[in-house]
């Protein structure tokens, strides 16, 4: 069975700083999906980024990167020039090419400080 | 983004109650998911439909079922439930052409068992 693991269960950064998120992953799989949803207060899970686990090039979307290591079964999200609305949980998640099911880790709440 | 809505936002219920859950999507998505999160712990996947047909089940209590009258709309009904089913209920959708696309999530119902 495939898992995530999120090993800071709180992390805080100052404004227009940059911060790491990690997550890593148990697969036996070769095809997958990895993706990372933030939960601000509102509650509503947003998907801020994806990975195609076939892709060597980490993806990008504005200020969010991933740093992917498949070997390492490694995915980080890199925020910066972090922003207060940044404040959320951080959730990294898993899908196998295979089905349809999302395996979440526990999260990473990120607090934004001035 | 409104793509996802669910109803109601809260829901307070004794163990003895009978209630229903709302989820409906606007996004014409073929796939609609129930989520439990629970503190501390990683979101479970409850039930998975896809064309309207149930196609995952991950060993749910008996408790809660869910019904998908057509491709936008997914309730789940509650009947008797536990101190321990007290949660925030989300309800995610997606188009089912591959695995690489996100899953879009309600604001959940937060729900609470007396």
């Known amino acids: 069975a495939q898992t995530v693991t999120q090993s800071q269960p709180e992390m805080s950064v100052q404004e227009a700083e940059t911060v790491t998120l990690s997550c890593t992953y148990d697969t036996s799989e070769s095809d997958y999906y990895l993706f990372w949803y933030k939960q601000p207060p509102s509650r509503q899970m947003i998907l801020v980024i994806r990975?195609?686990?076939?892709?060597?090039q980490n993806a990008t979307e504005n200020r969010f990167s991933v740093n992917f290591q498949k070997a390492a079964k490694s995915f980080s999200l890199k925020i910066s020039d972090s922003q207060l609305g940044d404040a959320a949980m951080y959730f990294c998640a898993y899908r196998s090419a295979s089905n349809r099911k999302l395996t979440f880790g526990t999260g990473t709440r990120l607090q934004v400080t001035l | 983004e409104t793509g996802v809505t669910q109803t109601p936002r809260h829901l307070v219920m004794g163990m003895t109650n009978k209630k229903s859950l709302k989820c409906e999507q606007h996004l014409g998505h073929n796939a609609m998911y129930w989520y439990k999160q629970s503190a501390k712990k990683p979101l479970e996947l409850m039930f998975v439909?896809?064309?309207?047909?149930?196609?995952e089940n991950n060993s749910v209590p008996s408790r809660f079922s869910p019904e998908c009258p057509n491709s936008s709309h997914l309730f789940l009904h509650l009947h008797t439930l536990q101190p321990e089913d007290s949660a925030l209920y989300l309800c995610a959708s997606s188009q089912e052409r591959s695995s690489n696309q996100p899953q879009h999530f309600g604001d959940g119902t937060r729900l609470s068992i007396l």
């Open positions: 439909y896809s064309l309207e047909e149930r196609v």
């Open positions: 990975q195609e686990a076939y892709k060597q």
